[in-house]
Nanobody, 126 residues
């Protein structure tokens, strides 16, 4: 059974930084794509950043480009999201997710997401 567990959320002032981590268990191989998504109150869940199975190609939403960095550690089965220059509008519950199959590219989530983490709250204060 595939399980994902996020950590690293919390309260940060606008302009500050935060690092989210997600560990994956229940997978015997590491050749899978991953991503971070977020959902603010009253809004739909949206993609923030994704990384392909090799960990070499990334995608970022325009709203976070240049401020967030996604990285994947295949050996440890983890994916991280380094967030800098945080804005009030970045506040949301952040979820990590992984594809059901393997060898996905950065748009893997367009085919549907089966495995989600439980989410971690990021609060940005002014």
């Amino acid at each position: 059974q595939v399980q994902l567990a996020e950590s690293g959320g919390g309260l940060v002032q606008a302009g500050g930084s935060l690092r989210l981590s997600c560990s994956v268990s229940g997978r015997t191989r590491s050749e899978y794509a991953m991503g971070w998504f977020r959902q603010a109150p009253g809004k739909e869940r949206e993609v923030v950043a994704t990384i392909n199975w090799r960990g070499r190609s990334t995608y970022y939403a325009d709203s976070v480009k240049g401020r967030f960095t996604i990285s994947k550690n295949a050996a440890e089965n983890t994916v991280s999201l380094q967030m800098t220059s945080l804005k009030l509008e970045d506040a949301a519950v952040y979820y990590c997710a992984t594809e059901e199959g393997m060898y996905g590219s950065t748009n893997w989530y367009e085919y549907g997401v089966k495995y989600w983490g439980q989410g971690t709250q990021v609060t940005v204060s002014s």
